[in-house]
């Protein structure tokens, strides 16, 4: 699986970004989960939000329910997050990923795009 994020950038406390991932596979991405997962300076790396490629499972983390939207266009092949009500301690490198589902570990990762949210 090859993944390609992009969107990140700087916007003010309260605002607004989108992310999107470009993905593929050889075969088909029908039994993965697609994720995005953050790194703020001087911590772990931490979940975000998921989708499954199949259908339309969704999780998120309790830091950004109700701000941030993760989705999925089968036709593009991307993975979209919607960051609504930025902080700024949402200043973090995001990271797309990808795991077979009912794998515990993301496997396949793209590069870092970042967001950074001025106060």
């Known amino acids: 699986v090859q993944l390609q994020a992009s969107g990140g950038g700087l916007v003010q406390a309260g605002g607004s970004l989108t992310l999107s991932c470009a993905a593929s596979?050889?075969?088909?991405?029908?039994?993965?989960?697609m994720g995005w997962l953050r790194q703020a300076p001087g911590k772990q790396r931490e979940f975000v939000a998921g989708?499954?490629?199949?259908?339309?499972?969704?999780n998120y983390a309790d830091s950004v329910k109700g701000r941030f939207t993760v989705s999925k266009d089968k036709f593009k092949n991307t993975v979209t997050l919607q960051m609504n009500g930025l902080k700024p301690e949402d200043t973090a490198l995001y990271y797309c990923?990808?795991?077979?589902?009912?794998?515990?570990?993301?496997?396949?990762w793209g590069q870092g795009t970042l967001v950074t949210v001025s106060s």
């Open positions: 990923a990808a795991k077979l589902r009912g794998a515990s570990d993301y496997a396949f």
């Open positions: 596979a050889p075969r088909t991405l029908s039994y993965y989960v």
């Open positions: 989708v499954t490629w199949s259908g339309h499972i969704t």
